[in-house]
């Protein structure tokens, strides 16, 4: 997502958005902790996802339920949300369940981590800090998603570090470069992939 305020949030709006991120660590976290089999996990978030999905129907659609959570939300969402597009949740839960079902176990818990740790530290840090701009994204934003991913990356005890550290490399290029495609979607995807192909070919 954006490092910068272009999204009509107040700064406030964005700390609680991005605490959202760091509790969405629940899910890594309990597939990791609870030693959770792919087809264990997928039917805890399928479920779960289904019911976020229908919440944003409801609220594209202004749906009674809406009005009954809107006073809790509103001040979270972004305006292009507002207009048409699904919530960061939706993406972040329906991208949970394919990097689940689609990578090992170890690249799943690290690409899920790269983006629930990693852009909570690009928006705030680039929309306080960030003075060097390219877009809606700045340098500074990208440097503090490239670092928090790579405390992911160097507390991944199930990757090689070289490999745990060029998904993370490859997690903050391709959110700062996710201009018009929700990163929620595109980080984890795109990181854990290289990390699937890498391990595929040298270690597995």
């Not at 659609?61 to 006073?71: E, I, M, S, T, V």
């Not at 690249?107 to 809606?136: C, E, H, K, Q, W």
């Not at 405390?151 to 005890?157: C, F, M, R, S, Y």
Request: hydrophobic letters at 55%; glycine letters at 8%; a positive charge.
């Amino acid at each position: 997502m954006p490092h910068q305020g272009g999204n009509q949030i107040t700064f406030k709006g964005e700390l609680l958005r991005k605490l959202t991120h760091l509790f969405a660590l629940v899910i890594p976290g309990g597939y990791y902790i609870l030693g959770l089999s792919k087809g264990q996990a997928l039917a805890i978030m399928i479920p779960i996802t289904l019911a976020m999905i229908i919440i944003d129907i409801g609220r594209l659609r202004n749906w009674k339920l809406w009005h009954y959570l809107k006073g809790i939300l509103l001040p979270i969402i972004r305006e292009h949300e507002m207009k048409g597009d699904f919530t960061g949740a939706s993406y972040i839960l329906v991208t949970s369940c394919l990097a689940i079902a689609l990578f090992a176990k170890p690249v799943a818990l690290a690409a899920l981590a790269f983006i629930m740790v990693g852009d909570p530290a690009s928006a705030i840090i680039g929309r306080r800090y960030g003075r060097i701009r390219f877009r809606t994204k700045s340098l500074e934003g990208s440097l503090a998603f490239l670092a928090a991913a790579s405390i992911v990356a160097l507390l991944d005890p199930h990757l090689p570090l070289a490999v745990a550290y060029i998904g993370a490399v490859v997690a903050a290029v391709t959110e700062a470069i996710s201009f018009d495609v929700d990163d929620n979607a595109s980080v984890p995807l795109v990181s854990g992939l290289v990390m699937q192909l890498i391990m595929s070919a040298i270690y597995w």
